[in-house]
């Protein structure tokens, strides 16, 4: 199993751009999340998918949007990027959203100027 | 809504014991994780208390006391790769009533020789 994969690991925006930031996994979880972490901040939740076509806002969700076509993939895209979204994403995934084992993908550092 | 409060940085010696404590505030209780973090690299799980008492896991051990919205993680016979930032987090039910997981601000652990 490769677990949970994200690409990029590291990209560079300017402001205004939009992107996709992709994360898959291969372990059949229903559950899947992203995660902004930020020096001192610790990691904040910006949306989650309990299931394909299922998803929820996080405590920071503007500025961001998701989509859960698929039980695998669950992208994050950035409508129009701001420096304020410099930042590590992380996605995780776990079989449900009862389980309190949640794994997490190896981040994607990602930069606005 | 939830908070969880964790102290920001802890210091202690090589073969020594530490403690990091978490308190938190939460609608609903669903359990007490912990997940500790290397800078550069990804989240992962150590332990998890839904019950009161004390889980043990090799050098690792996690408290919780329910009624005192308390826990705690202890590292025993600390070495050099502990170093590292500890989390704790817990699962709360939003308005939607599913579980997402929220994590503390994390405590910083130097290991000194």
């Known amino acids: 199993n490769a677990g949970v994969t994200q690409t990029p690991k590291f990209q560079v925006l300017k402001t205004g751009q939009s992107m996709t930031l992709q994360c898959a996994q291969d372990?059949?979880?229903?559950?899947m999340s992203w995660y902004r972490q930020d020096p001192g901040m610790g990691l904040r939740l910006i949306h989650y998918?309990?299931?394909?076509?299922?998803?929820d806002q996080g405590e920071v969700p503007n500025g961001y949007n998701v989509s859960r076509s698929t039980t695998e993939d669950f992208p994050l895209r950035l409508l129009s990027a701001a420096p304020s979204q410099t930042s590590v994403y992380f996605c995780?995934?776990?079989?449900?959203?009862?389980?309190?084992?949640?794994?997490f993908g190896p981040g994607t550092r990602l930069t606005v100027t | 809504g939830q908070s969880l409060e964790q102290p920001s940085e802890v210091t202690a010696v090589e073969g020594a014991i530490v403690q990091i404590n978490c308190t938190y505030q939460?609608?609903?209780?669903?359990?007490l994780s912990w997940y500790q973090q290397h800078d550069g690299g990804a989240p992962t799980f150590l332990s998890y208390?839904?019950?009161?008492g004390l889980e043990e896991t090799g050098r690792f051990s996690s408290f919780l006391s329910r009624s005192d919205s308390y826990g705690y993680l202890l590292l025993q016979e600390l070495q050099m790769k502990d170093s590292a930032s500890y989390f704790c987090?817990?699962?709360?039910?939003?308005?939607?009533?599913?579980?997402?997981?929220?994590f503390g601000s994390g405590t910083r652990l130097q290991v000194q020789p």
């Open positions: 995780a995934s776990s079989y449900s959203d009862s389980d309190y084992e949640q794994y």
């Open positions: 939460t609608s609903g209780f669903y359990g």
């Open positions: 998918s309990v299931g394909a076509g299922i998803t």
């Open positions: 372990m059949n979880h229903e559950y």
């Open positions: 208390n839904a019950l009161d």
């Open positions: 987090a817990v699962r709360d039910p939003k308005d939607t009533g599913r579980r997402a997981l929220t």
